[in-house]
């Protein structure tokens, strides 16, 4: 199996507690032989590394100044889009899923998807209702949009509790077939997310 992970953060660059999540994730998949690729942001640190047989791929955005985390993450994408796309045609044509973490790269897996029918799981880390609760603002809104395009158009969305599970399936009537949850630090998290991946792969 063949997997790219898009995340905007990464090890080194840690803003929360996604990249840790992210690094020890990608690590699980290449020791149980999966070839595993991340994509992710880095302001310098660009090219291809390849550690623990994980090869990650970071990407700057070409954009330097920004008025919103939307006109980055929109811009960011374009550069995510094209290194995926060469992991794509490097590896002959041959990528079984997009497994994108949080909402930030949907725009780039959704793309993707069309254009090369590469199907995705989307991985939810939070949600806008949760992140700002109650705003309902042009900026907000467009973030909601974001989420939803990645819910509709995902083969899986994997969430990592049922309170999230029944929060998606509230928020963005997302069918709960189409959700799987997985546990971080559970004895069968890895073989659950493993078991999703099978899953779109084979449909």
Same mark, same amino acid.
């Given at each position: ?12 660059? #840690? ?6 999540? #992210? @690094? ?11 070839? %595993?690729?991340?994509? %992710?942001?880095?302001?310098?640190? $660009?090219?291809? *590394?390849?550690?623990? +047989?994980?090869? =990650? ?8 100044t920004h008025i919103s985390v939307l006109t980055w993450v929109l811009t ?15 590896? +002959? ?13 949907? !725009?780039?897996?959704? =793309?993707?998807? @069309?254009?090369?029918?590469?199907? *995705? ?23 909601? $949009? ?8 995902? $083969? @899986? #969305? ?10 998606? #399936? ?13 546990? !971080? +630090? $559970?004895?069968?998290?890895?073989? %659950? ?5 099978? %899953?779109?792969?084979?449909?």
């Amino acid at each position: 199996m063949r997997v790219i992970i898009f995340s905007w953060e990464y090890p080194p660059r #840690v803003v929360g507690k996604l990249a840790d999540y #992210v @690094k020890e994730l990608a690590v699980q998949l290449a020791k149980h032989s999966v070839e %595993t690729y991340v994509v %992710t942001y880095h302001d310098y640190m $660009s090219g291809m *590394f390849e550690e623990n +047989g994980v090869k =990650t791929y970071r990407v700057a955005n070409p954009v330097k100044t920004h008025i919103s985390v939307l006109t980055w993450v929109l811009t960011l994408n374009q550069e995510v889009e094209r290194v995926a796309a060469n992991i794509y045609y490097g590896g +002959g044509g041959h990528i079984d899923l997009i497994d994108a973490q949080d909402w930030h790269f949907i !725009p780039a897996a959704v =793309t993707l998807k @069309k254009a090369l029918n590469i199907p *995705f799981a989307y991985s939810v880390e939070s949600l806008e209702d949760h992140r700002s609760h109650g705003a309902n603002s042009p900026f907000n809104m467009a973030i909601k $949009s974001i989420e939803w395009l990645g819910m509709y158009e995902a $083969s @899986k #969305v994997l969430v990592k509790s049922e309170w999230m599970a029944s929060e998606a #399936v509230r928020t963005y009537k997302v069918p709960e077939a189409k959700i799987k949850i997985v546990k !971080p +630090g $559970s004895e069968r998290w890895l073989k %659950t997310i493993l078991g999703a991946y099978q %899953t779109i792969k084979g449909s």
